[in-house]
């Protein structure tokens, strides 16, 4: 196995006689103090054993001695298929003797069937995994070093991450250069009788499709309508159904749970792993919870189709489960490898076991569940109904033709739409609901053609257009998967990999970049557009998976792309002349040395360093004024972060004064007592006000206390563990 979790829980599984122990990942690499690939002897690779796995290989060869049959069980994807075959290297087993078995999910009968059926290491799958490999070490040690001459020591350029920041760069430059227009909408408040008000919105004047772009024009329309009486002119009613989701991919999972639950890609596929792995449910032992998170198929097997039906019959009944099995298609771009992501069993359910689970843990199990057996469920139905209300035109009145003018009048014709909907059946709803659903009950009152309608109020409304938005986890990972960039299992890492080389910034949760981020891609887009094409990327993933079924030679795919690359590359070494970042000197002077700090870009965003580097190392954060008083002293607060990027709220006059919050300070002083107003945010974004004063009448039952308790109890229990381990440490 890669992981000791998924080894014990395996091993309990396999009982006596068996012995499975973990590799902790691959055990041979390519080094890194070398290129170790000779470019004229057919692209051969030079591994080595990883420097700190020694001890870790003599205790393998040491077990494996000691046993009559030895299975490599390491993930089913590629990555997974080459450390078996660097394993099979390490113990001396012929990779083509049946030493390899896989499987979806980490229950027994998987376990068990997995063992009865033994098999040969897929070469194909090896060859493709060394070509990624190869092609990423290729660009990553030919071009950085170019990098490092031109414009700074320490930066790296990727096949994949470079694409992915010119998308986020593009994107950036977009909303620069996007215009703003600006348009109106026109809103109503009506009325039918004794009803309850109901909304409908100008959709058409004289036939034609609105169209007000100033306000003096939406003014006018807003007066000429509340001259006018009203009446339906048509009622449409319709039955609508909404299907249900297929289960989650990998891309599909980090993107629910980015809109859902605020999860980063890293953080949704580090607790989905720990899931898969397995969780220690009490008297049941450890249990695989999920199949295997990295995949782009939306297939699941009959068994997992049986065990959801017998739930949705046995807890919603006989309405709530198809005539036949909702099967979903796989798309032409998936490898199709392995299942859809879902609970190995669906009788576990959420509320049974999160008692084991931690809280990160439980929402993404659930989340999980929640879409699995809604896909297995019938469709959500819904009543939809869509009036359109006309004015009453004067007998007497000409045919007009003007589309919106400072001179409409009654004589014109408006045209209002109101929609309700209802929803009249659940189905799978009853589960799960969409991240971008909106499907809430609107209800109209009663209405036939003819009747006359009231109108309450006109609200215009000015709006401008907006620039398309910028990427966030979500939307970043939904744009890769569908150009074809990357695979499942890169693009946590790839998002990863460009915030810590400082190209991109998470600001807001949304992805902008940096400077650096610019002149890195720029230059990439004038000498090497290959590296940061969309097209050419998503071609070699391609001609990849063509390696991984044996229909393209890796050594042929390696040389087709090396010749063009080492020839651009010498060019651009004698074309591209260093590379000036500017600089932005700061007004605050050094401590040390008093020359004027300047603004560096880091890992977790901007500070200040001393420019007299290396002799003056002097750095500080940039502290931004929130212009609120602090309640301790006669200081302000500011934002700070942590070591990991944190951020949270001090005194300016640290360390002398202590106040801390990771709440943020608000400018209105507490009406009761006057002291200092914190907003605290909930994960879900629901903020709560409170006042500082905790002897302040308003505190009183109020729910941040309970919320403060808890972060006090953590604190105490993180300061415990470190005065542990420090005792430990001597």
């Known amino acids: 196995m890669e992981s000791p979790t998924k080894a014990k829980t395996i091993e309990r599984y396999l009982g006596k006689g068996y012995v499975v122990k973990a590799s902790m990942g691959h055990l041979r690499d390519l080094p890194k103090s070398q290129f170790a690939i000779d470019v004229d002897n057919n692209f051969e690779p030079k591994y080595i054993n990883i420097r700190g796995k020694g ?114 760069c593009d994107r950036e430059k977009e909303i620069r250069e996007f215009v703003s227009v600006e348009y109106w909408t026109i809103g109503t ?34 007066q000429a309508m509340e001259d006018c009486k009203w009446q339906v002119a048509e009622i449409k009613e319709r039955q609508t159904s909404r299907k249900a989701a297929p289960p989650f991919t990998t891309s599909s999972l980090q993107q629910d749970a980015a809109r859902k639950l605020g999860f980063t890609s890293k953080r949704t596929m580090m607790v989905a792993q720990q899931l898969y792995e397995g969780i220690d449910l009490g008297r049941k032992g450890p249990v695989g919870l999920i199949t295997y998170m990295r995949t782009d198929s939306v297939r699941i097997s009959e068994q997992a189709q049986q065990e959801a039906k017998e739930y949705i019959l046995e807890t919603f009944g006989d309405k709530y489960y198809p005539a036949k099995a909702n099967v979903y298609s796989v798309g032409k771009k998936a490898q199709d490898a392995h299942e859809a992501i879902r609970p190995t069993s669906a009788m576990l359910v959420p509320q049974q076991i999160e008692k084991y689970l931690s809280k990160d843990q439980f929402k993404l199990y659930q989340l999980i569940w929640q879409r699995f057996v809604a896909s297995q469920m019938v469709p959500a139905v819904f009543d939809r109904l869509t009036v359109t209300i006309k004015n009453q035109l004067p ?7 003007a589309v919106v003018a400072d001179h409409v009048s009654v004589h014109d014709e408006f045209t209002l739409k109101s929609s309700g909907s209802k929803m009249k059946f659940a189905g799978f709803t009853a589960v799960y609901t969409m991240a971008d659903s909106n499907d809430k009950d609107v209800i109209l009152p009663d209405m036939a053609v003819g009747d006359s309608i009231n109108l309450f109020k006109v609200n215009p409304v000015q709006h401008f257009t907006e620039p398309p938005p910028r990427y966030n986890d979500a939307s970043l990972v939904k744009t890769l998967e569908e150009m074809g960039i990357g695979r499942p299992s890169t693009y946590a890492p790839i998002i990863e990999t460009i915030l810590a080389r400082g190209y991109v910034q998470r600001i807001s949760k949304s992805f902008q970049p940096t400077e650096l981020g610019n002149i890195v891609v720029d230059m990439l887009q004038e000498y090497f557009k290959d590296i940061v094409d969309v097209k050419f990327t998503a071609d070699m993933e391609g001609k990849l ?97 942590t070591r990991r990027g944190k951020g949270f709220y001090g005194c300016n006059k640290y360390p002398e004064c202590d106040f801390v919050s990771w709440d943020a300070p608000i400018a209105e002083p507490c009406p009761e007592c006057g002291s200092l107003q914190l907003k605290h945010y909930y994960r879900n974004g629901r903020g709560l006000v409170y006042c500082y004063n905790g002897d302040c009448k308003t505190r009183i039952d109020h729910p941040i206390n309970k919320e403060l308790l808890k972060q006090a109890k953590k604190a105490q229990r993180a300061e415990a563990a470190k005065e542990a381990e420090e005792e430990k440490n001597g």
């Open 55 to 168: 001890d870790l290989i003599k205790e393998l060869k040491k077990e494996a001695k000691k046993a009559d049959k030895i299975y490599l069980a390491s993930d089913p994807d590629r990555e997974g298929e080459a450390i078996a075959w660097h394993l099979a290297h390490i113990f001396d087993i012929d990779s083509t003797s049946d030493c390899r078995i896989v499987f979806n999910e980490i229950t027994k009968p998987a376990i068990q069937a997995a063992v009865k059926e033994p098999h040969a290491i897929n070469l194909d799958m090896v060859d493709a995994q060394q070509a990624r490999r190869m092609l990423d070490r290729i660009v990553g040690y030919k071009l950085s070093p170019l990098l490092w001459r031109k414009v700074r020591k320490g930066l790296s350029a990727g096949r994949v991450q470079s694409v992915t920041v010119k998308l986020i």
């Open 189 to 222: 408040k009506l009325k039918k009788g004794t009803s309850p008000q109901f909304d409908g919105e100008l959709t058409h004047i004289n036939g034609k499709k609105l169209d007000i772009g100033k306000g003096d024009e939406a003014k006018a329309v807003q």
């Open 395 to 401: 007998s007497d009145a000409p045919k007009a033709d």
């Open 545 to 641: 998976d063509s390696v991984a079924v044996g229909k393209v030679d890796k050594t042929d795919l390696l040389r087709e792309f090396y010749g063009p690359f080492a020839e651009t590359l010498e060019k651009a070494d004698e074309a591209i002349g260093h590379v000036e970042l500017p600089v932005e000197v700061s007004d605050i002077p050094c401590d040390i040395c008093g020359r004027m700090m300047v603004v560096k870009q880091g890992r977790f965003g901007k500070f200040l360093a001393c420019p007299g580097f290396p002799e003056c190392r002097n750095t500080k954060a940039i502290l931004k004024d929130t212009g609120v008083k602090c309640p301790k002293c006669d200081g302000h607060i500011v934002e700070r972060k």
